[in-house]
């Protein structure tokens, strides 16, 4: 089946402008995750979605940073009056359920990523 | 933050040889799993072996955990050229009930043919 899709591959942007990344999971995963990766450094976690609801999104840096996924599935990640240190791939990823201590772990299936440039 | 924290940070090494890379990282975990990321497949999970698990096998894959030193290692056995990639490893945050996911800065191997 189809995998995790995010668009658009690539966004280049003026400083101050707002953006929208779309990410679609792979069909009937309830969990979704968005991280950040910066040139030779690994993902940088951002925000955790279970269903509709952000269950923690204590990685985003700050309130220029938001995400929904109203109808839990497909989920916008927005950044508002982008700063040139914005630049960076976004990746999304998904699950079939949150990760539980102690239960058995789901594997998370990492899109292609946006590649955001703010100019 | 970054937990995890691979060694060496690039690695090369000719098709056929051992890969070994390795992960420390600073607090308790539920499990460790480590990712390969290319330009070709993205990120991709390989492997993930719990915290009392002390050793994983999956085909030419070789993960080891030992949770008193906070340490990890993978294994790549006869390598190819194709196995050409950044490695990461990554651990659950600690009281996240364990998807909260930290990566590690990666280890860039690169095997010559």
């Known amino acids: 089946g189809a995998g995790v899709s995010q668009t658009p591959s690539n966004k280049v942007t003026e400083k101050g402008k707002y953006v929208e990344l779309r990410c679609d999971p792979i069909s009937g995963h309830t969990a979704l995750y968005w991280y950040r990766q910066s040139l030779g450094q690994g993902p940088e976690f951002l925000i955790y979605?279970?269903?509709?609801?952000?269950?923690?999104d204590s990685g985003l840096p700050n309130d220029r940073f938001f995400a929904v996924r109203p109808e839990g599935s497909v989920s916008t990640l927005k950044i508002q009056r982008t700063e040139r240190g914005d630049s960076a791939v976004y990746l999304c990823?998904?699950?079939?359920?949150?990760?539980?201590?102690?239960?058995?772990?789901?594997?998370?299936?990492f899109g292609p990523g946006t590649r955001l440039t703010v100019l | 933050s970054q937990q995890g924290e691979e060694d060496p940070q690039a690695l090369s090494i000719q098709e056929g040889e051992n890969a070994t890379m390795n992960c420390s990282y600073k607090?308790?975990?539920?499990?460790l799993q480590w990712y390969r990321q290319n330009s070709g497949r993205g990120l991709v999970h390989l492997i993930l072996i719990r915290s009392n698990e002390r050793e994983k096998h999956s085909g030419r894959l070789r993960v080891t955990l030992d949770t008193s030193k906070k340490s990890s290692s993978l294994l790549i056995t006869a390598s190819r050229a194709a196995d050409t990639a950044s490695y990461f490893c990554a651990t659950d945050a600690p009281n996240t009930g364990g998807f909260k996911t930290i990566f590690g800065a990666g280890t860039r191997l690169f095997v010559k043919a």
């Open positions: 990823a998904s699950s079939p359920t949150g990760g539980i201590a102690g239960s058995s772990y789901n594997e998370q299936f």
């Open positions: 607090t308790s975990i539920n499990n």
């Open positions: 979605f279970q269903g509709t609801g952000a269950a923690d």
